[in-house]
């Protein structure tokens, strides 16, 4: 797909799914629920969604956003994967 093919997100984005993976313990679901207050204030807590794996190591962890735009996104992103904690970001 190029580009010009690729699916557009029109701002503001309502129920936009931030799915964040990692080590499954409180300090990861803290770090998440923490950049997510900060970056997208008012997000509905009711519709977290949180799994683990099967061997209970690993936790994804689904929040849904007001996407409000690129720069808000980027900086959700880059704040999660700084963390030792996270191993991927969608």
């Given amino acids: 797909m190029t580009e010009k ?13 931030v799915k964040v993976m990692g080590e499954a313990n ?7 629920m923490e950049v ?12 977290i969604t949180v799994k683990g794996s ?3 190591r690993f936790q994804s962890i689904t ?9 808000q996104l980027e900086r959700i992103h880059q704040t999660l994967v700084a963390s030792p904690l996270i191993k991927l970001v969608l």
């Avoid at 409180?26 to 998440?32: G, I």
Wanted: proline content about 14%; glycine content about 6%.
């Fill in 26 to 32: 409180d300090e990861m679901t803290a770090l998440v």
């Fill in 63 to 71: 929040v849904f956003i007001t996407a409000t735009g690129v720069p």
């Fill in 5 to 17: 093919d690729a699916p557009k997100i029109e701002f503001p984005c309502p129920d936009y799914p």
């Fill in 36 to 47: 997510m207050t900060l970056e997208a204030p008012g997000f509905d807590r009711q519709k």
């Fill in 54 to 56: 099967s061997k209970g």
